[in-house]
């Protein structure tokens, strides 16, 4: 299954949204479901990423001007090379959605319940809002 996912958060500067094609191995029927989906797809994409690594990291001109539009010019190190706990991650993922960090829309209708039954199609439209914590001190 192919959906589209757009993930923004409330607070950044830059406003564009960006979808990112995702493939599914299995149609998941419950927001739970798609949760975890999500998080093992992003876990083989960073698994991926730490294989294939260069040996002498470089950037061309183009890259350059286009991750300064970003807002970070970097190589895209990533300095922990161990492997991460999908189990973990994805429970990580569940608790943050119970506890209000993010919210789930598919097709422009929020997904609120966990375990409720899913109708997603294919090529559906997923989005993803995190919520920034405000910071502060209590005077």
């Known amino acids: 299954m192919r959906i589209a996912v757009t993930v923004k958060s409330i607070g950044k500067r830059k406003n564009a949204l960006s979808r990112i094609p995702v493939e ?8 739970r479901e798609l949760i975890e989906a ?30 300064a539009e970003t807002g970070k010019v970097g ?11 999908v189990q973990k991650a994805m429970g990580t993922a569940i608790q943050a959605f119970e506890d209000g960090l ?10 609120e319940a966990l375990e409720a039954p899913l109708s997603l199609k294919n090529e559906d439209e997923v989005v993803l809002i995190r919520f920034t914590m405000l910071a502060g001190s209590l005077w």
């Open 24 to 31: 599914l191995a299995q149609t998941p029927q419950t927001l």
């Open 38 to 67: 999500l998080v093992e797809w992003n876990i083989r994409g960073l698994v991926e990423k730490q294989q294939n690594i260069p040996l002498v990291p470089y950037l061309t001109e183009g890259e350059v001007i286009e991750h």
């Open 75 to 85: 190589f895209g190190a990533i300095y922990n090379d161990a492997l991460p706990d």
């Open 102 to 111: 993010y919210r789930v829309f598919i097709s422009d209708e929020e997904a």
